[in-house]
T-cell receptor, first 122, second 112 residues
Framework: GAVVSQHPSRVICKSGTSVKIECRSL??????MFWYRQFPKQSLMLMAT?????????EQGVEKDKFLINHASLTLSTLTVTSAHPEDSSFYIC??????????????????FGPGTRLTVT | AQSVTQLDSQVPVFEEAPVELRCNYS??????LFWYVQYPNQGLQLLLK??????LVKGINGFEAEFNKSQTSFHLRKPSVHISDTAEYFC??????????FGTGTRLQVFP
């Protein structure tokens, strides 16, 4: 099956520093990856759509200058949290989109999720 | 716009009992429907999905869900739960744009 990895799984950083999170599709290529943020005991909120070779598309309310996304290859997208503050502490999850053929003859998209990265800003 | 409502934030149940996790959605267009499971400090794993065809969908780990268009529901069921089913369950929809819209999640707690 399609496997997505994230690195690091946990990171603690000081306020004001930047942190980079990597999302890799291990056994497939993904032109599109997604970045989500999840607060404790809450749902996943889509932050941005990362497209290989082009600029990311950010959801309303997400600061693109704070959350830098780079999708330089078909298997790697990175999220950099710049000048992190304690309120940026959260669980960040990425997913990679795969297009799949369906028995009906059509196709659908499915997202495979990484294991998440726990960011703690002190 | 689409939205997903999971009415139950927590569902406690004893082992080997049946369980139903409720999911209702709102959309002006046809959607694909999904159920995901999240174990502590992990990402999401797909349990099952409805794209078209039979309204009863069977997934992994003995779970199934039924799509009800008239009631705009996609409830998840399992006839007999295990301790290992304790996790957070998310219902999600996508209106073919492949942006997933998640519900707020239901915490299934299975007791021995």
């Amino acid at each position: 099956g399609a496997v997505v990895s994230q690195h690091p799984s946990r990171v603690i950083c000081k306020s004001g520093t930047s942190v980079k999170i990597e999302c890799r599709s291990l056994d497939f290529q993904a032109t599109t990856m997604f970045w989500y943020r999840q607060f404790p005991k809450q749902s996943l909120m889509l932050m941005a759509t990362s497209n290989e070779g082009s600029k990311a598309t950010y959801e309303q309310g997400v600061e693109k200058d704070k959350f830098l996304i780079n999708h330089a290859s078909l298997t790697l997208s990175t999220l950099t949290v710049t000048s992190a503050h304690p309120e940026d502490s959260s669980f960040y999850i990425c997913s990679a989109r795969v297009r799949q053929g369906e028995p009906s003859g059509g196709f659908s998209y499915e997202q495979y999720f990484g294991p998440g990265t726990r960011l703690t800003v002190t | 716009a689409q939205s997903v409502t999971q009415l139950d934030s927590q569902v406690p149940v004893f082992e080997e009992a049946p369980v139903e996790l409720r999911c209702n959605y709102s959309s002006s267009v046809s959607v694909y429907l999904f159920w995901y499971v999240q174990y502590p400090n992990q990402g999401l794993q797909l349990l099952l999905k409805y794209l078209s065809g039979s309204t009863l969908v069977k997934g992994i780990n003995g779970f199934e869900a039924e799509f009800n268009k008239s009631q705009t529901s996609f409830h998840l069921r399992k006839p007999s739960v295990h301790i290992s089913d304790t996790a957070e369950y998310f219902c999600a929809v996508t209106p073919y744009t492949d942006k997933l819209i998640f519900g707020t999640g239901t915490r299934l707690q299975v007791f021995p």
